[in-house]
């Protein structure tokens, strides 16, 4: 079965700008869950979405929004962007909310800020 | 304030011998933990799990020891093979349908 789809794989953008990520998860999948991965600060938890709801929320500014779809697939819109927002930024699919019994990631949308 | 914790950046290993990665956490609620291996250019692959009703979990070469005490989990490859060179982060989660916190990751390297 398909993977976990991840558009586009790399993106530069200037400050200020906006930027919008796009992420379809595995079929049958309703749970997904985006992630910004830097390095020396791991995984950071952005926001999980489940059945078209927010479900959680990280820690991160308003700046960072996403929505889903009904048919599961989800966006990630960063707007003002920030040089430090240049990172990788994951989607992760699951069954159940949560991510409970694991996750399946895509390959990422490398951002790049300049 | 970063809740689980790899404090090896890096590890290298002699191909068929063990690899022990480590992965501390501070919150005492978490129950349940993950280990996700990383390659370049790919997203995170699922490795293994433990709930925190058990100390130990295994699956072929790889084995996650959970320490709830001393709130410290590691995991052993073992024999380590040049393919498991990668990234491997370790995450952890209380309750159902919490997020899951990860570590900054730690790249393994098997040397052949």
């Known amino acids: 079965k398909a993977g976990v789809t991840q558009t586009p794989r790399y993106l530069i953008k200037t400050r200020g700008q906006q930027v919008t990520l796009s992420c379809s998860p595995i079929s049958g999948h309703r749970s997904v869950s985006w992630y910004q991965q830097t390095p020396g600060q791991g995984l950071q938890f952005l926001f999980e979405?489940?059945?078209?709801?927010?479900?959680n929320k990280g820690n991160f500014p308003g700046r960072f929004s996403g929505r889903q779809f009904s048919n599961s697939r989800s966006e990630m819109n960063v707007s003002t962007l920030e040089l430090g927002d240049s990172a990788l930024y994951l989607c992760?699919?699951?069954?159940?909310?949560?991510?409970?019994?694991?996750?399946?990631f895509g390959s990422g949308t490398r951002l790049t800020v300049v | 304030d970063q809740q689980v914790k790899q404090n090896s950046p890096s590890l290298s290993v002699q191909e068929g011998r063990i690899s022990i990665l480590n992965c501390d956490y501070t919150?005492?609620?978490?129950?349940?933990f993950l280990w996700y291996k990383k390659y370049p250019a790919e997203g995170p692959t699922f490795l293994i799990s433990i709930s925190s009703i058990k100390d130990k979990n295994e699956d072929g070469r790889f084995t996650v020891f959970l320490n709830k005490s001393a709130k410290h989990l590691s995991l052993h490859i073992v024999p380590s093979q040049p393919g498991d060179s990668a990234v491997y982060f370790c995450a952890a989660k209380w309750n159902t349908g919490n997020q899951f916190y990860f570590g900054t990751g730690t790249s393994l390297t098997v040397i052949p």
């Open positions: 979405y489940f059945s078209e709801t927010q479900r």
């Open positions: 919150n005492s609620m978490f129950d349940y």
């Open positions: 992760a699919s699951s069954l159940l909310a949560g991510g409970d019994y694991g996750y399946t």
